[in-house]
């Protein structure tokens, strides 16, 4: 079966950024299926496309992957409008491929909401099946983090979401939020299943040399963070917390922020003035640099500002990277991850906004490193029984493939429920 995947913000491991769509095309591979990978230009991101752009796109076989990238840069770091012409620009030019291309299924992933585009091209206009995978749930998250106010803009982006899920054959959610977000929508919940981010468990059971950045002394705990710097994060979290440590006197505990983002410069510019020499920030790493970082790690952090929708609406990669890695979590925020953390015991779940209970929290695991060990043992055990990504890549493989068969979408629903 020949697959045509759009994800505009692609990557091998070779970049930072997240790879659950290589890791989903090669499992397709594994099945015996062709991809052709649809994908821009990303920040962070790596194709393993080196040639130069002819008329604006360049192509490639890159592990078994057909990968056609088009000339189009994006990073988080852009502005509002930057970024939604980025957008559009590669809604037009995948409309084209999804015209011309051979394929037996086409399938698309947010973010953004326009990768849904071709899609619903594909379904109407070609009468090709439509796989749409949703990773957050829009327009919800960016009204409610009032990043977009404009009616008219919150009502296209609604339009569109509402088009894309009822245009597609099927949908994936990847948490409870966004799979019933998709069912307020009016699609059928047989048509919907919901495939977690998952645990690369190779990449982090054999890391590389282990290495702590500048100003991490080898006693210290380290607690890491690593992801985008951006609105959605609620980093300065990590700079309250950091104070209350200092208050207290805890010299011995390194908050330390790996990635980049928009509000990088502002993170590091007030850490800067109000003296804190208990956060440290890096550049981003690519995947086995970052094993290595993660084996020399005590703690890793998840965090998210405190908006409501990113409450079950989220599976963010750094959480399954963290208990692939075998370490204990503090999260900062309610729903579908705190509760798993306080049930299966690998972590520490925390209030929003709340830098006492987090500082409470770090002591916690500074003080008491046997039972910090013994959430670490926890959370590799999760990810192991939960979130092997292996596993779900071909609940996943058999999902999208299997569009065209009706009779085991029921029971794909019903296995994708215990997850």
């Not at 499992?27 to 062709?34: D, E, T």
């Not at 099946?129 to 829009?138: Q, S």
């Not at 640099?289 to 084996?295: C, P, T, V, W, Y």
Request: hydrophobic share 40%.
């Amino acid at each position: 079966m020949n697959i045509l995947y759009f994800h505009q913000h692609f990557s091998t491991p070779k970049g930072s950024t997240g790879i659950r769509s290589y890791e989903m095309a090669k499992r397709l591979i594994h099945h015996g299926h062709n991809v052709t990978m649809v994908c821009g230009t990303y920040g962070g991101g790596e194709t393993g496309l080196d040639s130069v752009f002819t008329a604006g796109r360049r192509e490639g076989t890159v592990d078994g992957i057909r990968i056609i990238e088009f000339d189009l840069a994006y990073s988080n770091s852009d502005g509002f409008l930057k970024r939604s012409m980025t957008f559009v620009k590669f809604a037009l030019k995948s409309i084209g491929l999804a015209f011309i291309e051979k394929y037996d299924v086409l399938f698309a992933t947010t973010t953004p909401l326009t990768a849904g585009i071709p899609g619903i091209f594909a379904r109407w206009l070609r009468g090709k099946p439509f796989v749409f995978e949703v990773r957050d749930l829009w327009p919800e998250l960016p009204k409610e983090m009032g990043v977009i106010k404009n009616p008219v803009i919150l009502a296209l982006m609604s339009f569109l979401e509402w088009a894309s899920y009822r245009s597609a054959h099927r949908c994936i959610g990847l948490s409870p939020g966004i799979v019933e977000g998709i069912k307020k929508r009016g699609v059928d919940e047989r048509k919907i299943t919901m495939v977690p981010n998952g645990c690369d468990l190779s990449i982090f059971s054999q890391p590389s040399e282990l290495w702590r950045p500048e100003g991490v002394k080898n006693n210290d705990l380290m607690a890491i963070f690593t992801g985008t710097h951006g609105m959605a994060n609620g980093l300065n979290a990590v700079l309250d917390t950091a104070v209350e440590l200092r208050k207290r006197g805890r010299e011995d505990i390194k908050l330390v922020l790996v990635g980049q983002g928009k509000l990088k410069p502002e993170l590091e510019k007030r850490a800067t003035e109000i003296e804190l020499d208990n956060v440290v920030f890096h550049p981003p790493v690519n995947k086995e640099k970052l094993s290595g970082l993660m084996a020399s790690a005590d703690v890793g952090m998840q965090l998210l500002a405190n908006i409501p929708a990113f409450y079950y609406g989220t599976s963010p990669n750094k959480f399954f990277d963290y208990i692939s890695a075998g370490l204990p979590v503090i999260n900062n925020y309610p729903g579908w991850l705190a509760g798993m953390i306080e049930q299966t015991q690998c972590g520490f779940s925390v209030q929003p906004e709340d830098p006492k209970a987090f500082a409470d929290a770090l002591e916690n695991a500074a003080d008491q490193r046997e039972a910090l060990a013994k959430m670490g043992t926890n959370a590799r055990q999760l990810a192991e029984s939960k979130f092997d990504r292996s596993l779900l890549a071909d609940k996943w493989v058999a999902w999208v493939t299997g569009v065209n068969s009706p009779e085991v979408t029921s029971s794909e629903v019903n296995d994708e429920k215990t997850v």
